[in-house]
């Protein structure tokens, strides 16, 4: 490896490192998870108008709750995993397929 690289390698995992500790605060990790689920809602949603109201860790699931309200009423409840790092959405009640 070239001594570039090696310099640039050390700064990434330095940078990443500081991130994961700063995602530990509680206070960023409800940044991160609105802003990720802010970003969902925009893409899946575009055509409705849903606001943030509440942000909550659930310990029977293990998983962080984000509830939102939409223009015509209830929005939806998403359940964000893991519990290190809510990014991801791991259920979303109206990406459910319709039942007979």
């Known amino acids: 490896m ?28 409800e940044l991160l998870a609105r802003g ?19 942000f909550e860790y659930e310990p029977h699931f293990g998983d962080y709750i984000i509830t939102y309200r939409a223009s015509k009423g209830a929005g939806p409840d998403l359940t964000l995993a893991p519990k290190m790092l809510p990014i991801f959405v791991k259920y979303d009640p109206w990406d459910e397929p319709m039942s007979d």
């Open 2 to 29: 070239t001594r570039f690289l090696k310099r640039h390698m050390k700064r990434a995992i330095i940078v990443l490192i500081v991130f994961f500790l700063a995602a530990q605060i509680p206070v960023v990790k």
């Open 36 to 54: 990720a689920t802010t970003l969902y809602v925009a893409v899946k949603y575009p055509d409705q108008t849903i606001t943030f109201e509440h």
